[in-house]
């Protein structure tokens, strides 16, 4: 075992919802996905974060632009963190496909998810 939860899930040794895989990379449902269709796409290599491994990092984005290309949703956010401060909580690299719909509530610190109600 590691310490690294998407490595023993890489290994086969921790189950997970896989929703796509490629040679060097894994597509997989989180434990608590946000909303339906919210997905983690994550290189089968161990990196830390984004800037660790550049080649692993384009990769990884090019499979998931590919995976989020075939959802119906079309609005989507794309999100992956560096470093506990900006909120990753696994140091292995991984991008978050976030389905959104209008006026869904879910929150991204720079913006509410909510409509703004005109003033005037």
């Known amino acids: 075992m590691t310490d690294c939860p998407f490595c023993e899930i890489i290994a086969g040794r921790a189950a997970a919802q ?3 895989e490629w040679p060097e ?3 997989i449902v989180p434990r608590r996905p946000v909303v339906d ?4 796409v994550i290189p089968k290599l161990h990196v ?3 800037v660790a491994s550049p080649d692993a990092s384009a990769t990884t984005m090019l499979r998931a632009a590919d995976l989020a290309g075939d959802h119906p949703a079309g609005a989507m956010n794309l999100i992956t963190s560096r470093g506990r401060a900006a909120t990753q909580s696994v140091f292995h690299l991984h ?3 976030v389905p959104r719909a209008a006026n869904d509530g879910l929150a ?3 913006y509410s998810g909510r409509s703004r109600k005109d003033a005037s």
């Open 18 to 20: 896989v929703v796509r």
């Open 25 to 27: 990379t894994i597509a």
């Open 37 to 40: 269709g919210h997905v983690l």
């Open 48 to 50: 830390t974060d984004f």
């Open 95 to 97: 991008l978050h496909l």
């Open 108 to 110: 991204l610190p720079w």
